[in-house]
């Protein structure tokens, strides 16, 4: 199969299935890994797929609307969220004063924390109980619940993260992109996070590989305004940005 026609073929089956691993690639169109790795290299390049960690998604899969159940993204690429979570967690030192954002990646953080002379705060729930049973002086935020990620948001939420001046603060996300920032699907999230990261000295945005390049419908955060940590960028235009830390 000539490379057009297998370039054709991806297209056409990441485009119907929204999302295909290198490996059913490999098997569908009868090619070597590597050959397939290359295609969607430049299949990337020519904006007509998006190339993540271990396969491709469709371009419209590049836009979110609606955040996943905690239980549904625990698990996702749950290998870069603990190199980029201990990472992080090594940034934290004594007598930091430490923002813990909601989110899956910033639960992972919590696991390899050892600084014992740091405080934190948190608007997660989860978050908070396993600090407090890790033995930190952790202050939850009150506000309303949001179930799907487990996050407490609103009002009351706002005007408590005014009162706080934090040395460093550790955000999730559902998308990072040059031109429109970090991103998240629920406002009142985004209004929490954007409060919380004017309030932080330092500020570091946890996403996998998966999220680069990805947005979803709020705004929280410019794309300067803080540094991100991830993993493996199949792009190479994303190494030049010298806020971005990739994780070895």
């Given at each position: 199969m000539l490379a057009e026609e297998r370039f054709h073929?991806?297209?056409?089956?990441?485009?119907?299935?929204?999302?295909?691993?290198?490996?059913?690639?490999?098997?569908?169109?009868?090619?070597?890994?590597?050959?397939?790795?290359?295609?969607?290299?430049?299949?990337?390049?020519?904006?007509?797929?998006?190339?993540?960690?271990?396969?491709?998604?469709?371009?419209?899969?590049?836009?979110?609307?609606?955040d996943e159940a905690v239980s549904v993204r625990?698990?996702?690429?749950?290998?870069?969220?603990?190199?980029?979570?201990?990472?992080?967690?090594?940034?934290?030192?004594?007598?930091?004063?430490?923002?813990?954002?909601?989110?899956?990646?910033?639960?992972c953080l919590i696991d390899w924390i050892c600084e014992q002379g740091a405080v934190f705060v948190t608007n997660g729930i989860v978050h908070a109980r396993t600090l407090a049973e890790k033995g930190y002086k952790v202050f939850l935020l009150g506000g309303e619940l949001k179930a799907a990620t487990e996050a407490v948001v609103g009002g009351e939420t706002m005007e408590s993260l005014k009162r706080y001046h934090f040395t460093k603060g550790f955000f999730g996300t559902n998308g990072v992109h040059e031109e429109s920032g970090f991103t998240t699907p629920d406002i009142h999230e985004a209004f929490v996070k954007e409060q919380a990261m004017k309030q932080c000295r330092e500020c570091y945005v946890l996403a996998d590989s998966t999220k680069i390049g990805k947005i979803s419908a709020v705004r929280f955060g410019t794309f300067h305004e803080a540094t991100v940590l991830t993993t493996d960028l199949q792009d190479a235009r994303w190494k030049k940005y010298k806020n971005i830390v990739e994780v070895k």
């Open positions: 073929e991806i297209i056409r089956l990441v485009n119907e299935r929204k999302t295909m691993t290198v490996q059913e690639l490999t098997e569908l169109l009868d090619s070597s890994e590597s050959t397939i790795r290359r295609d969607l290299t430049e299949l990337h390049k020519r904006h007509q797929l998006v190339k993540v960690h271990g396969g491709a998604t469709a371009l419209q899969m590049g836009y979110t609307t609606k625990k698990d996702m690429n749950m290998e870069e969220k603990q190199r980029i979570a201990k990472y992080a967690a090594e940034r934290i030192e004594k007598n930091d004063f430490v923002y813990v954002d909601a989110g899956t990646t910033t639960g």
